[in-house]
């Protein structure tokens, strides 16, 4: 039965928004007057979704994860597809997610594929839409859906872990930069106005603070404009081609941000091609979708390269050893696999050994960032503290 957005009027006037399902616009009319409210306006969704695109946001990661589950367990117990699905969009508070799912159901009634219905949807991600495909023509979608639901909670359980990590170092940074930004900006200047009086010589790391607190006081203004001016430049050379491939190349030379990049992209193209071989999907186009999946171009270009060339028949393990951009354990997993003809469960290993080391080295570094802002924000203030005391000391030294 598809579904319908309806915006209607209520007994009291107040306007109503929401989803009904109905054979046709006209029943779901005629279910908004059985209960007195007057249609003002019905679509289907499909029609919504066409000239709405934007109506339909994509899931957040916890939301595709839920309903990939909940998907899951409908389907393990022998429920129909349209049924399935349209327990997900009941189940779901959320609007869009309702309005997204019965419109994947509206598909599917009209005698679409699940793939092809998310497909049209265009809110799911291509490595989602290409394992629920190859689920579909293997018969065993129940399955797959079970393991995409462990790939998408696993993938949600990293980045609430990486969240939750960081909440600390970046309390304890603007806490910082606050603490300096008001010693600079009220208690210096006023302190040091005493012994500009006494016409004092005074130190220069004093004359330095000085300097940076009357330029913060007095400029603070133009200041802000320049940062917010250069945020903004930055911002947009960062959404151009060049701009990408610039920064993901500096990002691949600094030392501790090549190792986070290299590593996280690593993971996420082992765990991404992992799911993919075991659902089915051909080695040549999991390639091409693992490649789309990691973040940075120039290890995009690498991958859609070898990809090129396993079509040509080389292997992927050659191609990947190639670059600098895999870690040789991993390399050395996926040829072992290639050779022994279990390229399936060693990339499975591949990926949970990428994402473990991953994991290790992110708790690593926040583990030091917080040690580290306590050190760099007693190095500032001692700075601040030596600027202020010098001065008191030399006016000792000249009074005994």
């Known amino acids: ?21 109905g054979d046709s616009a006209r029943q779901v009319r005629q ?36 309903l990939t589950r909940q998907l899951s367990v409908l389907l393990a117990a022998g429920i129909p597809l349209e049924e399935a699905l349209a327990a997900v969009a009941k189940q779901s508070p959320k609007t869009h997610i309702k309005s997204l799912m019965l419109a994947v159901r509206s598909h599917v009634l009209e005698g679409l594929s699940l793939a092809r219905a998310l497909q049209q949807a265009a809110s799911f991600p ?42 600390y170092p970046i309390v304890l ?25 006494s016409e004092q010589a005074l130190p220069l790391i004093t004359q330095v603070v000085l300097a940076i607190s009357n330029a913060i006081t007095e400029w603070w203004w133009l200041m802000l404009l320049l940062l917010v001016g250069v945020a903004l430049l930055l911002y947009r050379f960062a959404q151009t081609q060049a701009g990408k491939l610039t920064i993901d190349s500096l990002v691949l030379k600094l030392p501790i941000l090549a190792r986070l990049s290299k590593g996280l992209n690593a993971a996420r193209f082992a765990s991404t091609l992992a799911i993919l071989v075991r659902s089915g999907v051909p080695l040549i186009e999991a390639l091409h979708i693992g ?17 090129d060339r396993v079509t040509e028949g080389a292997s992927l393990s050659s191609q990947l050893e190639k670059s600098a951009y895999f870690p040789p354990m991993m390399v050395q997993m996926i040829k072992s696999g290639e050779n022994s003809g279990e390229l399936e469960s060693m990339l499975s290993r591949a990926a949970n050994m990428q994402e473990a080391e ?43």
């Open 126 to 167: 291509p490595l989602y839409i290409a394992t629920i495909a190859a689920g579909e023509k293997s018969g065993h979608l129940d399955l797959i859906l079970n393991q995409l639901a462990d790939y998408t909670e696993n993938r949600f359980a990293l980045q609430k872990k990486i969240q939750g990590a960081m909440v």
């Open 291 to 307: 490649a789309a999946v990691t973040t940075n171009l120039h290890i995009q270009k690498t991958i859609t390269d070898a990809a």
């Open 173 to 197: 940074m603007v806490m910082a930069f606050t603490v300096i930004m008001g010693l600079m900006s009220f208690v210096v200047p006023k302190i040091v106005k005493v012994f500009e009086q």
């Open 1 to 21: 039965m598809p579904a319908y957005h309806y915006k209607a009027l209520d007994d009291q006037g107040a306007v109503r928004k929401g989803l009904l399902e």
């Open 358 to 400: 991953a994991t290790n080295f992110i708790s690593t570094l926040l583990s030091l960032l917080e040690p580290l802002m306590l050190v760099l924000m007693g190095v500032v203030v001692m700075i601040i503290v030596m600027a202020v005391m010098l001065p008191i000391v030399n006016m000792n030294d000249l009074a005994s």
């Open 31 to 66: 279910q908004l007057r059985d209960k007195d409210w007057m249609p003002v306006e019905v679509n289907a969704v499909n029609q919504q979704q066409g000239r709405q695109r934007n109506r339909y946001k994509k899931p957040s990661a916890y939301e595709l994860a839920l």
